[in-house]
């Protein structure tokens, strides 16, 4: 039986609040704001109406919404209003209620208002820093420190700080869609040109990492620096649909802001079919039954880590068909440490027992005391898929017209969890060989994958004969 290590308990950073441990929906409000067009079911803020939600997340001289409110919605607002329209409309009420178009200001309400609009584009600018590369959305902030500046010279300062640090973490981001983006044209490139059973020349895994365990950690450095560049509110502008009470636009529609999630998804579907050609490509069945053998180390390894996403992608790479049928093959493997895996990631009971695992993962994450332990990288397509069905299953705006806030507590309670597990610094030595190796290694398409394996192991039955004899004369233009 496979043990997640359990780390020794230690006080909670300031992350759990987004975990269901810590995150906490109990919005502190004035008996004015529940008059105001909010709605509250045992303490807890269920629905309102946009402008009274726009509202509550405006800060007064003697009022600061919670960091909760805060996150919830400047996550699901951008369903029903752009962020740049709704930063506009924060602002413009800021103005009118702290008067800050009058000739002389109020300077000691001005000094108990500022630092309060401060920390939340603060916080609007390091939780969601793709929003601000709108030009739009530079010129609403600039425009609220000037107003305010004159009151607080310590103001300019901040507001500097806040700008350079958002656009170091915006050119970091930048950076790292680059690579992303270069290194997806070069493997879309190798793809074409690498049909056939390649020359002896070619490398292959074991020749650059022989060690399941150096392969597991850089597959989860892979893994991390992935994640690290998804923006939260991907997740919910993978599923915008036309708010129903502006037929005139769809937020985002047109531009759907998910390159990230999208890349990553491509990293998932690369890793697969990597595992199928590095188990296709040699001659000899023990060589392919040892190259089996070792993914499932590799395998067992992640699950340990708590990298669930290579796990499930080499899962799939060993049960693609043209790998599954080499029976001539799997008949030299020690199988039970893969049936072992292959149950923790079965999908029964949607997925049960792997739920069960990833709990765990969470809780020794939450204890840790060292990086190693925090790490937590779920299998991301169901992750995905849970939050489409949240998504779907409920709907946006209650009948009356107000929105639903229950809903969106709950899809921040899932992406803020996410988004607490992709901070984690990864704690292993990177490897830039093995990494190189993992995102230029040529792989087969599916179709070389199958004359691949029909080469390895010949074909059974008339279907599989039938289909060989048509790769061969496609790919090999051999009859």
Same mark, same amino acid.
């Given at each position: =039986? ?5 780390? @020794?308990?230690? $006080? ?11 995150? !906490? ?20 803020? $269920?629905?309102a109406s946009l402008d009274a939600l726009i509202q509550h997340l405006i800060p007064?001289?003697?009022? %600061? ?22 930063? !506009? ?30 920390? +939340? ?78 020359? &002896? ?46 037929? $005139? ?9 998910? &390159? #990230?999630?999208?890349? %990553? ?7 697969? %079919? ?34 669930? #996403? ?7 790479? =060993? #049960? @693609?068909?043209?790998?599954?049928? +080499? ?11 893969? /049936? ?24 020794? &994450? ?21 939050? %489409?069905?949240? #998504?779907?299953?409920c709907a946006n705006r209650l009948p009356n017209g107000h929105v639903n806030f ?11 969890? /996410? ?24 792989? /087969? ?22 289909r060989w004899k048509s790769l061969r004369s496609t790919i090999l233009g051999k009859?």
């Amino acid at each position: =039986m496979l043990m997640l290590q359990e780390g @020794m308990p230690q $006080t909670l950073s300031s992350t759990s609040m987004f975990t269901p441990c810590g995150f !906490s929906p109990h919005l502190h409000t004035s008996k004015e704001d529940e008059q105001g067009g909010l709605i509250f079911q045992d303490g807890n803020l $269920t629905s309102a109406s946009l402008d009274a939600l726009i509202q509550h997340l405006i800060p007064t001289t003697d009022y %600061y919404p919670e960091k909760a409110y805060i996150f919830t919605f400047l996550l699901s607002s951008r369903l029903f209003i752009e962020p740049h329209e709704l930063l !506009s409309r924060v602002c413009h009420k800021c103005i009118e209620q702290q008067r800050l178009d009058d000739p002389v200001l109020d300077k000691a309400r001005i000094r108990k208002f500022g630092p309060k609009i401060l920390q +939340l584009l603060t916080e609007w600018t390091e939780t969601f820093p793709y929003d601000f590369q709108e030009e739009r959305m530079i010129g609403h902030l600039k425009d609220m420190i000037h107003r305010i500046a004159p009151c607080d010279e310590a103001y300019w300062k901040k507001m500097n700080q806040l700008l350079q640090t958002l656009n170091q973490k915006l050119a970091t981001l930048s950076h790292g869609q680059e690579g992303i983006v270069k290194i997806s044209a070069a493997v879309s490139d190798k793809l074409v040109a690498f049909k056939s059973k390649p020359p &002896s020349i070619q490398r292959e895994i074991l020749s650059v990492c022989s060690d399941p365990y150096t392969l597991a950690q850089q597959l989860t450095h892979v893994e991390l620096e992935r994640l690290s560049h998804i923006g939260p509110e991907e997740f919910v502008q993978a599923f915008v649909h036309k708010d129903p009470l502006d037929g $005139t636009k769809t937020c985002f529609s047109e531009q759907k802001k998910t &390159s #990230n999630l999208e890349a %990553y998804v491509k990293w998932f579907n690369r890793l697969c %079919y990597l595992v199928a050609t590095e188990i296709c490509m040699p001659a000899k069945k023990k060589q392919r039954a040892q190259v089996i053998e070792f993914f499932i180390d590799v395998a067992r390894e992640c699950f340990n880590i708590g990298n669930f #996403n290579s796990l499930m992608a080499i899962i799939s790479g =060993m #049960n @693609m068909s043209p790998v599954s049928r +080499l029976k001539k093959t799997w008949s030299k493997v020690k199988t039970a440490k893969f /049936f072992i895996l292959e149950h923790q990631m079965d999908p029964t009971g949607n997925f049960y027992n792997y739920r069960t695992a990833l709990r765990g993962a969470a809780h020794r &994450s939450l204890t840790a005391h060292s990086n190693r332990e925090k790490i937590v990288i779920p299998f991301f397509s169901l992750l995905i898929k849970d939050i %489409y069905f949240l #998504n779907e299953g409920c709907a946006n705006r209650l009948p009356n017209g107000h929105v639903n806030f229950e809903k969106f507590l709950e899809l921040a309670k899932q992406v803020g969890e /996410f988004i607490t597990w992709k901070q984690v610094e990864c704690p292993f030595e990177q490897d830039p060989n093995i990494i190189h190796y993992l995102h230029t290694a040529p792989i /087969f398409t599916e179709d070389g994958l199958y004359l691949a394996s029909y080469e390895s192991e010949s074909p059974e039955n008339q279907t599989e004969k039938d289909r060989w004899k048509s790769l061969r004369s496609t790919i090999l233009g051999k009859t």
